[in-house]
T-cell receptor
Framework: DAKTTQPTSMDCAEGRAANLPCNHSTISGNEYVYWYRQIHSQGPQYIIHGLKNNETNEMASLIITEDRKSSTLILPHATLRDTAVYYCIVMGRDDKIIFGKGTRLHILP | KAGVTQTPRYLIKTRGQQVTLSCSPISGHRSVSWYQQTPGQGLQFLFEYFSETQRNKGNFPGRFSGRQFSNSRSEMNVSTLELGDSALYLC???????????FGQGTRLTVV
């Protein structure tokens, strides 16, 4: 079973920051938080991952709370091409990826 | 650098037949995982291979099998196809067992 809880869907206006929350209250000390997204009819795409520090790359930022029980993926300037299902995954070393239902993000023009 | 390549992209088979799907990982990647995606069940893990050894297996019947070759290319086989096996089958590769995975475009299998 997936170890994360995400809202089923979210809307965000084009050009605004999209903030996608994820709860992972049972995360253990050696487990990472990964984010993937899946645009319709394509394979999932890796976005970012982190352990306990905030992370940023060219696609997004990942904010992990101090207790590591939740995190937020931030897309700083959402575009229509960011419309996708976003999956938050908790995974330790040697673990297989278990996908939950994800959040369906709609970017509104 | 070329991404994960899955062949064929689309496949139509009849019930009772068997099918083999192929996955070529990113060059240098040694871990390959397979997933089934259906509208009802979402993305479900099938199995994972690393250095030609199956390391993890999901909850699928024995009709689903796989293997990995010395060049890290992987195949999955489904025997005695059922209508419910119609799905998008995705392959992901990663450098090692605990680095981020990159997915291919998938093979869409339709069983009629």
């Amino acid at each position: 079973d997936a170890k994360t809880t995400q809202p089923t869907s979210m809307d965000c206006a084009e050009g605004r920051a999209a903030n996608l929350p994820c709860n992972h209250s049972t995360i253990s000390g050696n487990e990472y938080v990964y984010w993937y997204r899946q645009i319709h009819s394509q394979g999932p795409q890796y976005i970012i991952h982190g352990l306990k520090n905030n992370e940023t790359n060219e696609m997004a930022s990942l904010i992990i709370t101090e207790d590591r029980k939740s995190s937020t993926l931030i897309l700083p300037h959402a575009t229509l091409r960011d419309t996708a299902v976003y999956y938050c995954i908790v995974m330790g070393r040697d673990d297989k990826i278990i996908f939950g239902k994800g959040t369906r993000l709609h970017i509104l023009p | 650098k070329a991404g994960v390549t899955q062949t064929p992209r689309y496949l139509i088979k009849t019930r009772g037949q068997q099918v083999t799907l192929s996955c070529s990982p990113i060059s240098g990647h040694r871990s390959v995982s397979w997933y089934q995606q259906t509208p009802g069940q979402g993305l479900q893990f099938l199995f994972e291979y690393f250095s030609e050894t199956q390391r993890n297996k999901g909850n699928f019947p024995g009709r689903f099998s796989g293997r990995q070759f010395s060049n890290s290319r992987s195949e999955m086989n489904v025997s005695t196809l059922e209508l419910g096996d119609s799905a998008l089958y995705l392959c992901a590769s990663s450098l090692t067992e605990d680095t981020e995975a990159f997915f291919g475009q998938g093979t869409r299998l339709t069983v009629v």
